[in-house]
């Protein structure tokens, strides 16, 4: 008798250390399945990132975008949405493809703003003498023209003259800034830098 009462707790036991290890077997490959969508996650947003899945041309614009103020939005042109903006109006400062631009004067305009450029009267606003001991003062022409543009909507288009010293032997770069006729005054208080 006591024999096998010794013999039923023993067998008793083996079979709570088999429940048991089963448990716990089942309690880590839980674990285990719980800790594994969160490591398989952060590759699949990588890959899900959309800089990867463009175009080389919009990659390149997105590598650009990283070094300047502008906005994402100008990754396509406006009117292509499949299309990379390439080319940057000189008007609205937004990017076109390449079909969507007109130049004049070297500079692009979009359609919008080669209409605009056509029909009004320009006069010049100012002009910056880029120079090497402030090369940044260029750039900030530039941010305050598109700032005045994006808040008043004043509309100006800058031209970039050159002139060569020949006695110093170098290139001077001129900034010259242009207006419409009526917005001259406005402007050349809103541009200063
Ligand atoms: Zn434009
Ligand atoms: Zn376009």
Redesign the pocket.
Known sequence: METTLLVSVILLNVVLLLVLGFLGFLIYKLLKDRQTPTTQAAPTTTANKPENNYHPEIQKRLEELKFSKVTTENIF????PE?A?EVQCGICHKY?????VRPMKSIYFCKEHMALFLRSQWQEVLTLKTSSEDPEAGVRLFEKKQEVFKEKQLPSYVETHYKIDVEGDYIETYLVVFAQEDQIDEMRELLEI
Do not use: I, L
């Open positions: 042109c406006p009117y292509h299309e903006g076109f493809c390449a079909r969507c």
